[in-house]
């Protein structure tokens, strides 16, 4: 019987980089970087050599190699074969039952890795919306990591140079642009009244986008990440076969030895997260209202949720909404009391059904959003 396939889902800045990084030291194990980065449809021999953790202020641990190096018998005349810069941010968002168009990109890293005898470890920060059409064609343990929102968009928030957005700022108004009109992403981006993107490529895409957001105020900054956030997490942690939260593996050494003890019974793999430490940003002087943010996009989230898939569908996300509204409210209790109460130590709610709300307004009550 051979054995899963590791399959790490998260966003920007979460802390996704170095749960891969601890894979990767594994010799046991083939461990690709971002699969879906947008960098894969043009990347070359030399710009993956010269793309390191030491050449931007990145804030990731100590790498062996180049970030992208497992990719380099891969590519092609244009790139690394089979990529289609799609699979960055526009197939963002894609339902448990739709094509996955990434399949054949995906199967062609997995048998690279196969024939080197190799187990395949990914290393995602563009899958979240997709988790649940990646687990129906592609066995193996996926995994999702989350961090508190706050930090890490204030992660994302630090890279900006002269009051211009960041990268990592614009790649949730990005998702959302790009999603389709009818869906609930789309609606969402209606809502925030974010442009339509001219062109048909990433690059073009995004350059459209800087070029509408010169510069980006920070309450539009933050519904658009917490916006993605929860759209992402009510559907990834139902698919979710190990779910880890970020702070508590920051903080926590017996939560680490627990982490490590799970991937070793499900994928006979042990990775080392002893020396997780990531670095926390002040929150005494935030610029935005954060809990208003919080209730005033939590209920438009789950208003076109139910209106998209009906009560009867949405009664079978409302324990994975549950749990990320948990994480939300956990922002301002600080690591003494977020030891206690975290969402995600009681991950078993992610799968939870329940009945007998009484309507969108029982289940609104039953979310703790009135």
């Known amino acids: 019987m051979s054995r899963p396939n590791v399959y790490l889902h998260g966003g920007w800045r979460c802390g996704s980089t170095y749960v891969w990084s601890r894979f990767r030291t594994l010799s046991e194990t083939l461990s690709y970087y971002e699969p879906f980065s947008e960098q894969l449809a043009s990347c070359t021999t030399e710009s993956i050599l010269k793309n390191t953790e030491q050449t931007w202020e990145s804030r990731h641990p100590e790498l062996a190699a180049p970030y992208f190096s497992e990719y380099l018998p891969l590519i092609g005349s244009g790139g690394v074969c089979f990529y289609d810069d799609r699979f960055a941010t ?10 996955l168009l990434e399949e054949d990109y995906l199967g062609l890293l997995l048998e690279f890795a196969r024939n080197e005898n190799k187990r395949a470890v990914f290393g995602f920060s563009r899958s979240l919306g997709r988790v649940g059409a990646m687990k129906r064609v592609l066995d193996g343990c996926h995994v999702v990591l989350v961090r508190d929102p706050v930090q890490q968009w204030l992660s994302s928030r630090s890279y900006r140079e002269q009051n211009q957005p960041s990268y990592f700022e614009l790649q949730p108004l990005m998702i959302l642009a790009l999603a389709r009109p009818g869906s609930p992403a789309g609606a969402i981006a209606r809502w925030l009244r974010l442009p339509t993107l001219a062109g048909d490529s990433y690059r073009h895409q995004y350059r ?23 759209l992402s997490y009510m559907h990834a942690l139902l698919h979710a076969d190990l779910v880890i939260d970020m702070d508590l593996l ?12 799970a991937f070793q019974e499900r994928v006979e793999l042990v990775p080392d997260f002893s020396d997780c430490s990531l670095p926390l940003h002040a929150t005494d002087a935030l610029p ?10 939590a209920e438009r989230v789950l208003k076109q949720e139910i209106g ?23 922002v301002h209790r600080g690591p003494a009391n977020a030891n206690k109460h975290s969402a995600l130590q009681s991950i078993s709610l992610a799968r939870a059904s329940p009945r007998g709300f009484g309507g969108a307004g029982g289940l609104r009550r039953w979310l703790g959003l009135g």
């Open 308 to 330: 998209y898939r009906g009560e009867l569908a949405s009664a079978s996300i409302a324990g994975s909404f549950s749990v990320v509204m948990n994480k939300l409210r956990a």
């Open 90 to 99: 526009q197939r963002y968002f894609i339902a448990a039952h739709q094509k």
């Open 288 to 297: 935005i209202d954060i809990d208003r943010i919080h209730d005033e996009v």
């Open 250 to 261: 920051s903080r926590s050494p017996s939560y680490r030895q627990s982490i490590s003890s």
């Open 208 to 230: 459209s986008l800087r070029r509408h957001f010169k510069t980006l105020d920070d309450e539009l900054s933050y519904r658009a990440f917490i916006a993605v956030y929860l």
